[in-house]
């Protein structure tokens, strides 16, 4: 097979590992395979191997998917630069906007994208996808996870359109992966090979235990501390997983000392540069990119869904190139990448859940242990807990080092998974009456590992009802169809009791900017909400209660009903905050938001507010066409909607529109008529002469 001696050149590899030798060996030109092997066996490679084949032998196309937009993005570079080129093929990464066919991409050989961008690809019915060569599932024991019932779907679909398919599965070690792969018809593939010893150990009182030997560690002021220094003292680096943001940040600055003191001249002026990018990362600084800043000058950092994206991709870069010694994260970068840690450490295997401190799962800690030893970097590697007791060491050791992974089980039984579900396979004509839904669903994995449907099927039969009560399918004896409504739902993405909610908003007919972004606070696509502190509750109340008309509910009514009506109002009022042009760094210190949930937060208000438009333009209610079309502008840059023509220049975002608005420059054509010289009074020279620029090239 051709595509084995490229993908060894390509990679500069001597050989390829047992694993890959008997994935090879079970036929990865033609046949359906699930691999199951241990973190960093090498997996990505198989998968090169067989889109290799399947582009330069078949002439066919290639999707990739997986469940992190990061990793899909790690892969998609990867794969971009070692083979592109050379061998022409066109790689292409999507995983945006899911109100789109993606007509563009089907110019392309092979597309790496996330699960839920397939899945609206599917929604779009894209033709492309009907006659793809390969599917590769990354991460595929995410089946279990909630985001299962998107995997199932995405494969179901798949394989209903296509008979042929070659489905190519690649799996953490489990104990169920053979039910995987008889549900996909595939062969198995299973290895325990590894390239780099991994070691599992417990850190108690000093002395780090493995399974037959144990190693005194120099104590330092705690625990982290001292397996930090010791750590720096190898010249290694180490990631550090904590279960809270707060945590994260924390454990970063305990760190700062140690690793400052050992940085090299070289070391501090490449960090010192960074540092700068890290605090330009938005128009005016937050407290938080100040610390950020300021930690990667020391030449260690933290990681989570606080961070812009911007930061996260130089943080990533920076450790990757070992200038940074070690980053302290929440479970945002525990899956699937590749990256210089000879240790991972644990400080606490648990994690905050609705009902107290619950343990992590075996599988996870193994996937966060997977991340230290990585071939391209180490030459072996350790994963660590921090135990308080002889008991707690012990416990540790027989449940997450010598324990039980768990099995792999269906989601898809979750009513409001089958709901949103639903409604996207009869949109798209997968499911047309009882027969085919009993076909389709045979399909799935739940369908495949139950056995059985009726108890899904009484699910199903109630959720049709809701469907239909909410106008989006019409049901008789013999068939069920989509409305224009429902497909329209569909193709938006939306869960159905969200574009319920968005509807009845609309029909009632307001149009000031609260009960708008009340509505988008109400989908479920919007959750997690902020919590609302304790002492702004009462006030929160009174507000609420003293103006009901400014919301596009029956306040009265709902505060009974709804338990949730208070956090919807409190982050309604962070996003209006936000279009009336309170400063980013008073949102976030009034409402305790870093700045990427914030900007996660107006990302997804701005794509709610798109989906607002969409419904109100299906539905006719033409009263909302401009309302929702100027706040959506207005959320997208943070202003009022005086200065929404001026942020549409590059360069020019919420800080610097006031300051030209104050200095009388209001309208584009003002700006066209001032001197760039008097212009770079008010903006940063370099600012001016782009924004010059940019008004030339638009005459
Ligand atoms: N045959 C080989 N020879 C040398 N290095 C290899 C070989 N195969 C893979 N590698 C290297 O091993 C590293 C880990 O590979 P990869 O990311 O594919 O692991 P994985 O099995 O997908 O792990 P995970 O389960 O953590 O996602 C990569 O840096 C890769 O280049
Ligand atoms: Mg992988």
Redo the contacts with the bound molecule.
């Keep these: 097979m051709e595509s084995l001696e490229l993908v060894?050149k390509h990679?500069a590899?001597?050989?390829?590992?047992p694993?890959?030798e008997k994935a090879v060996a079970a036929g990865l030109a033609d046949n359906s395979i699930v691999v199951s092997?241990?973190?960093?066996?090498?997996?990505?490679?198989?998968?090169e191997i067989a889109a290799l084949n399947c582009i330069l032998q078949k002439r066919r196309k290639v999707v990739y998917t997986c469940p992190l937009r990061a990793l899909a993005s790690e892969h998609y570079n990867d794969f971009r630069e070692k083979y592109s080129k050379e061998l022409s093929i066109k790689a292409v990464l999507s995983t945006g906007d899911f109100d789109s066919s993606g007509k563009y991409l089907s110019s392309n050989d092979v597309i790496f994208t996330t699960f839920e961008k397939l899945n609206s690809l599917l929604n779009h019915r894209a033709e492309w996808l009907s006659s793809i060569g390969l599917l590769v599932v990354?991460?595929i024991h995410n089946l279990g996870s909630d985001r299962g019932p998107t995997i199932e779907m995405v494969l179901t679909k798949l394989r209903f359109l296509n008979k042929n398919l070659q489905v190519l599965g690649?799996s953490?070690t489990i104990p169920n992966s053979k039910e995987i792969s008889k549900w996909l018809g595939a062969k198995l593939v299973e290895s325990d090979y590894r390239?780099i010893e991994l070691r599992e150990g417990v850190f108690l009182d000093g002395e780090l235990f493995f399974e037959k030997d144990a190693t005194s560690i120099v104590q330092h002021q705690d625990e982290l501390s001292s397996i930090a220094l010791d750590t720096l003292s190898r010249g290694k680096q180490a990631l550090f997983f904590l279960n809270t943001r707060k945590r994260s940040e924390a454990t970063a600055k305990k760190l700062a000392s140690l690793t400052s003191e050992r940085l090299s001249q070289q070391e501090k002026n490449v960090l010192e540069n960074a540092s700068e990018k890290i605090l330009s990362a938005l128009e005016i600084p937050t407290e938080q990119c100040r610390t950020l800043a300021s930690l990667v000058k020391q030449g260690v950092c933290f990681h989570n869904a606080g961070l812009l994206e911007k930061q996260r991709r130089l943080v990533e870069g920076l450790f990757k190139k070992s200038y940074l010694k070690f980053i302290c994260s929440t479970p945002t970068l525990s899956?699937?990448?590749?990256m210089p840690a000879f240790r991972v450490v644990m400080p606490s295997p648990y994690r905050y859940s609705g009902f107290g401190m619950e343990r992590i799962p075996v599988s996870e800690w193994k996937?966060v242990a997977?991340?230290a030893g990585?071939?391209?970097?180490d030459s072996s590697g350790e994963a660590i807990l921090i135990a308080k007791t002889e008991f707690e060491k012990d416990d540790y050791f027989d449940y997450f080092i010598n324990g039980e992974i768990e099995n792999v089980e269906s989601r898809l039984a979750s009513e409001s998974q089958l709901r949103f579900h639903m409604l996207s396979i009869i949109a798209s004509d997968f499911v047309f009456d009882l027969e085919s839904a009993e076909k389709f669903f045979s399909g799935t994995f739940y369908g495949s590992q139950s056995g059985n449907l009726s108890e899904l099927f009484e699910k199903i039969t109630k959720i049709i009802s809701g469907l239909e009560e909410m106008g989006f399918v019409k049901a008789s004896e013999k068939r069920i169809d989509a409305t224009p409504l429902g497909k329209r739902v569909a193709e938006l993405y939306l869960d159905p009791v969200s574009a319920h909610r968005l509807i009845g908003s609309l029909r009632r007919n307001m149009h000031n900017d609260l009960a708008y972004l009340f509505s988008i606070a109400s989908t479920n696509e919007f959750y997690p909400l902020l919590s609302v502190p304790k002492a702004m509750q009462a006030e929160l109340w009174e507000r609420v209660m003293q103006h009901p008309e400014e919301l596009p509910v029956d306040v009265n009514k709902e505060m009974f009903y709804d338990d949730g009506l208070l956090s919807k109002y409190w982050i309604s009022l962070l996003l209006k905050e936000w279009i009336d042009e309170v400063r980013e760094q008073a949102i976030v210190d009034s409402f305790n938001v870093q700045p990427g949930i914030l900007r996660a937060k107006l990302k997804n208000a701005d794509w709610l507010a798109y989906a607002a438009l969409e419904l109100a333009k299906i539905l006719g209610l033409e009263s909302h066409f401009i309302p929702l079309t100027k706040i959506r502008k207005r959320l997208q840059h943070g202003v009022k909607e005086e200065l929404v023509p001026l942020c549409e220049l590059r360069g020019i975002g919420r800080v610097r529109s006031r300051a030209l608005f104050k200095a009388g420059v209001k309208t584009i054509a003002d700006l066209k008529k001032i001197d760039v010289k008097d212009l770079e009074k008010i903006l940063s020279p370099a600012v001016a002469v782009s924004v010059k620029k940019q008004l030339s090239a638009r005459k």
């Design positions: 060894k990679n590899f001597e050989s390829f590992n694993m890959q092997s241990p973190t960093a066996s090498g997996k990505t490679v198989v998968a990354d991460e690649l953490a390239p899956a699937g990448i590749n996937q997977g991340r990585r071939p391209k970097y």
